[in-house]
């Protein structure tokens, strides 16, 4: 093989590698890894006792991982325009016209479908039907009509985003228990406060690409007065696994001693603002979630 032909080989893989990670972005990985630790908790915690099937768990994690994948890619082409028109999004592969629309289509109902014939073939239809009717809450009633109309987008549309351990739940057992149920609750109550967070130091950006966030609509002062409302309401809600048994001391120590500190956060937060303290407190919530739902999963393997 001549210089010149390894060359060219060399910079084929390399144009290549770029579009695998381009389509590996589309699936917006940092978010898809949140969404399948919190089914993979799902899925452990219902089991009474022992673990849950191997071959499930796999199964399971993969269709969810999939289809989550593939409603982020739907989001990224559906959101193309105003993605480019925010610092924080203008990179994505959709916005720069690295990949096309037909390709991010194409790759999103590839991944999708993959996604759920797992979960059908080798977890159950179920959790199959759950996880469509996820994808479409996500990728079409929050992406579509909530999020350009209403700066309550977050609040409705975080119901597709507290299904994860639902979703695990579900594929363990074939069924939507109570404790499945509150395990969505605390997603669902911990999503504004996560998201307006973010969306206090990126007030600009929403402005510019015309979406109508809380902060833009309402208002820096009140946004900062809702993520503390919704923060003590997320510690209330937090405390139920204690209450109905779910758990037992160590989770309810875990749970009071997080809770204490996401408060505190959201205090400073409304009393004494900053881009900065904003950053911190958008970043303190996703380690708030994992270990919330780590301190579960260790409380209920000592438990038995």
């Known amino acids: 093989m001549s210089?010149?032909?390894?060359?060219?080989?060399?910079l084929d893989r390399l144009a290549a590698g770029r579009r695998l990670r381009a389509f590996y972005v589309l699936t917006k990985p940092r978010v898809n890894t949140l969404i399948v630790f919190c089914a993979i908790i799902g899925m452990f915690l219902a089991v009474p006792a022992g673990l849950p099937d191997p071959g499930t768990v796999l199964a399971a994690t993969l269709g969810i991982a999939f289809v989550a994948g593939a409603a982020a890619a739907i989001n990224c082409l559906i959101e193309a325009g105003i993605d480019a028109r925010m610092t924080r999004t203008r990179a994505r592969p959709s916005s720069t016209g690295e990949l096309t629309a037909g390709e991010t289509l194409a790759f999103s109902g590839a991944?999708?479908?993959?996604?759920?014939?797992?979960?059908?073939?080798?977890?159950?239809?179920?959790?199959?039907?759950?996880t469509l009717a996820t994808f479409v809450g996500y990728a079409v009633i929050y992406t579509v009509m909530l999020k350009p109309r209403t700066p309550q987008n977050i609040v409705i549309g975080g119901a597709s985003g507290a299904m994860p351990p639902v979703l695990g739940w579900a594929a363990v057992t074939g069924e939507v228990s109570a404790d499945a149920l509150i395990l969505f609750l605390i997603i669902f109550a911990w999503t504004p406060p996560h998201f307006w967070a973010l969306a206090l130091y990126r007030t600009e950006d929403y402005a510019r690409a015309g979406l109508p966030m809380l902060p833009v609509t309402h208002g820096p002062e009140f946004t900062r007065l809702s993520v503390l409302l919704y923060t003590l309401i997320l510690f209330g809600v937090t405390l139920l696994p204690f209450a109905t048994r779910m758990s037992g001391a160590l989770y309810l120590l875990s749970a009071v001693a997080l809770g204490g500190m996401f408060i505190a956060y959201a205090w400073k937060l409304y009393r004494d603002y900053s881009d900065a303290l904003a950053r911190r407190t958008?970043?303190?919530?996703?380690?708030?979630?994992?270990?919330?739902f780590a301190a579960l999963l260790v409380d209920h393997y000592l438990r038995f």
Not at 3 to 10: C, G, I
Not at 114 to 129: K, S
């Open 3 to 10: 210089v010149h032909d390894m060359r060219t080989l060399s």
């Open 111 to 130: 991944l999708g479908g993959v996604g759920l014939l797992i979960l059908y073939e080798w977890v159950n239809p179920l959790t199959m039907w759950l």
């Open 282 to 292: 958008f970043r303190f919530s996703i380690v708030y979630l994992f270990m919330l």
